[in-house]
């Protein structure tokens, strides 16, 4: 179909968006011992949740429902309050559908596609011809209506947005295998030689876990799918390898609907699920040129923030001078007589004089303690760092009090220190 002949405008008010954020998170390991993944803060201000929410909200796509299950109430209750901007009215909503046991088992989700299975009802009830379904914890800008126009001009009935990835070090992923025409022929777990990208023999695609299915064909595949005992009712495992050949299944290059900050040299999409790569990516804000430029104004990332006072930074003393370099620091925060560099500072954190935080994030309500070092960590809300404790410098003793990933980025909770008292 060409492009003259798409109503686009029709199209992405046809599209119904599903937002997966049920899951636990464990490799955020105590990150999420009290809330699900996609409610973990980030970027100094935000929810996970808020790049896929805002992606949504910015191409157009304001049907949309977050479907939760693990440790929901503080994800909901930010949800409630970020979001309900949207005018019912006008046919835009963010809808909350937590687990119910919908199905004739009463089983919680037991996986990506049961979850969207046991909502069928509600799904088939808003008369959507496009269903958008979204991962709750990827951090990314993309147009979806891009990706709903590609999907129409190549005629799909399931579209898979890919990510290009090295080809060296794709066995990481899940590996979409596509003609030169973005036809799929296969889905890989992890494979040992992943095929590459026709044209592009350094890259391959991986899965982004972003699927645009024709209503009528995601309903009819749920079904079929809930039907099989066999199987583990995921959408990467299951129910997409068994349509390769069944249906018109294409891959979508992430280029083709990335939105770009200006200077950046390549599209931006992370999977935060490690504590390491939650680290690195609030890390990647901090660069001067960031490939996610959470300043630029034409693709804003929506959240919900209490009323706080300014950023402050007190005393200009040599030694106990309060300032903060190559860092973001957030409303409500409080630099007392202390170095931060190239960290981030969420709400309401308080550094006192004397200490330094370097390379490090930290979490709304931190306080740190005078004389105190911290260095490549991640501190949990909340915590208190005691006076003179250092963080990040003896990895043998960190191991000891706190947990540290491969990386030797340390995580801090208020439970960890406690144990020491």
Not at 278 to 296: G, H, I, K, Q, R
Not at 317 to 325: K, L, N
């Amino acid at each position: 179909m060409s492009e003259s002949r798409i109503d686009l405008n029709d199209a992405v008010r046809s599209t119904l968006a599903l937002v997966l954020a049920g899951g636990r998170g464990s490799r955020l390991r105590a990150l999420t011992a009290t809330r699900a993944k996609p409610a973990v803060p980030f970027g100094g201000k935000f929810r996970i949740i808020d790049f896929p929410l805002s992606n949504c909200v910015n191409s157009g796509v304001r049907r949309i429902s977050v479907i939760t299950q693990y440790r929901a109430h503080e994800l909901i209750r930010h949800v409630e309050r970020a979001w309900n901007f949207l005018r019912h009215e006008l046919g835009e909503f963010v809808e909350l559908w937590p687990a119910q046991q919908q199905t004739e088992a009463g089983s919680w989700y037991l996986g990506t596609a049961d979850a969207v299975f046991q909502n069928l009802e509600l799904i088939e009830s808003h008369g959507a011809r496009y269903v958008l379904i979204l991962a709750g914890d990827h951090v990314y800008r993309q147009d979806y209506s891009r990706l709903i126009a590609w999907h129409i001009e190549h005629g799909a009935d399931v579209t898979v947005s890919c990510v290009e990835v090295p080809r060296q070090s794709a066995s990481s992923f899940g590996i979409v295998d596509a003609d030169a025409d973005g036809t799929v022929r296969g889905f890989l777990e992890k494979p040992a030689d992943p095929p590459a990208i026709p044209g592009k023999p350094d890259l391959s695609y991986a899965s982004m876990g972003i699927y645009l299915f024709n209503a009528d064909v995601l309903s009819d595949q749920l079904v079929r799918d809930a039907a099989k005992a066999e199987s583990t009712h995921d959408f990467g495992h299951d129910l997409l390898p068994y349509l390769v050949g069944k249906v018109r299944l294409s891959a979508h290059p992430f280029p083709e609907s990335c939105v770009m900050s200006p200077g950046a040299t390549e599209p931006y999409w992370r999977d935060v699920g490690t504590l390491d790569a939650f680290w690195a990516s609030n890390m990647d804000f901090t660069e001067v040129t960031p490939a996610l430029d959470l300043y630029d104004r034409r693709w804003p990332i929506w959240t919900y923030q209490e009323q706080r006072p300014p950023a402050k930074f007190v005393f200009n003393d040599d030694g106990r001078r309060g300032q903060a370099t190559d860092s973001l620091v957030s409303a409500g925060c409080v630099v007392s007589g202390a170095q931060v560099s190239r960290s981030l500072l969420f709400t309401d954190t308080r550094v006192n004089s004397y200490s330094q935080v370097d390379q490090s994030v930290l979490l709304p309500g931190v306080s740190v303690g005078r004389h105190a070092k911290i260095r490549r960590a991640v501190i949990s809300a909340g915590v208190v760092v005691p006076e003179h404790m250092e963080i990040g410098y003896d990895r043998a003793l960190d191991e000891q009090r706190f947990e540290v990933t491969e990386m030797g980025i340390t995580l801090v909770t208020k439970k960890m220190l406690a144990a020491l008292s």
